[in-house]
């Protein structure tokens, strides 16, 4: 089963848990977004509070294929599957 990341921090920069999570082709769930790359470049969500963040986490849950769509955007482009 594929777990999205999970990043409920106030102040990031750009932390390497983001790019692990990417490398392996998991969405972000998150209240930072480093560079934009989640609202910007479709590699998760980025949440205001609680209830934003459940709201995504049970979408991902219910929708499997919104979840691989994400995941093999995140994935680098060498990581991609063909």
Avoid: Y
Avoid at 5 to 32: K, S
Avoid at 42 to 70: M, P, S
């Amino acid at each position: 089963m594929v777990r999205p990341l999970l990043a409920i921090r106030e102040h990031l920069r750009f932390p390497n848990t983001f790019l692990e999570a990417w490398d392996r082709g998991l969405p972000a769930v998150a209240t930072v977004d480093p560079d934009r790359l989640l609202s910007e470049g479709g590699l998760g969500f980025v949440c205001k509070d609680v209830d934003e963040i459940a709201a995504r986490i049970e979408l991902l849950h219910r929708d499997r294929r919104l979840l691989a769509e994400i995941g093999e955007q995140a994935r680098p482009r060498d990581h991609r599957r063909a």
